[in-house]
């Protein structure tokens, strides 16, 4: 029953799969797509395990099970291949002309950083001086008031002693 003064149009809607169904495998995409995968799969498994035969027999093979049009073109589909997963240490902290300019920025930020720290644990800079002199002047203090002290309980001692006698 149709609501409204427009006229529904007929052709349907579209319905798309969420994550959820994909994974759970109950997602309306067509099933022909798994079974393609699969003999897929199971090529290359083959492939591997007779991977002690020439190279030549093996090409043939190949070309022998591709049909139509597949054995013409080379079609590389970037959705189909999957990212290589880099580690950290292949990556090169040197290549600075590949990194963007963020990056770049946030790189030169870290070295100052580094840079200004060690000047710093070293005592070069300004900052450093000032605290050097500030905690040597806090020492004496220190010591002064330590000698003060000690110079105080020894007047009371002495009291003690000479009202004693």
């Not at 991977?51 to 590389?76: M, Y």
């Not at 930020?109 to 644990?121: P, V």
């Not at 010591?143 to 004693?164: D, F, G, L, S």
């Given at each position: ?6 006229k529904a149009k007929p052709t349907g809607q ?152």
């Amino acid at each position: 029953m149709g609501r409204g003064k427009f006229k529904a149009k007929p052709t349907g809607q579209r319905h798309f799969s969420t994550p959820e169904q994909m994974l759970a495998g109950t997602s309306t995409r067509p099933r022909t797509f798994k079974r393609q995968e699969a003999e897929y799969k199971e090529e290359e498994e083959s492939e591997e395990e007779h991977g002690q035969e020439s190279e030549e027999e093996s090409d043939d093979e190949t070309e022998q099970k591709r049909k139509g049009i597949q054995g013409v073109i080379e079609v590389n589909n970037p959705n189909l291949v999957k990212p290589k997963n880099l580690k950290a240490t292949d990556l090169d902290a040197g290549k600075t002309s590949e990194l963007s300019r963020r990056e770049r920025e946030e790189l030169e930020k870290q070295r100052a950083h580094e840079r200004y720290m060690r000047l710093q644990e070293q005592g070069k800079t300004e900052q450093a001086r000032k605290d050097l002199e500030r905690l040597a002047l806090i020492r004496q203090q220190r010591e002064e008031a330590a000698k003060k002290r000690e110079e105080e309980k020894a007047a009371r001692e002495q009291k003690k002693v000479e009202a004693r006698k």
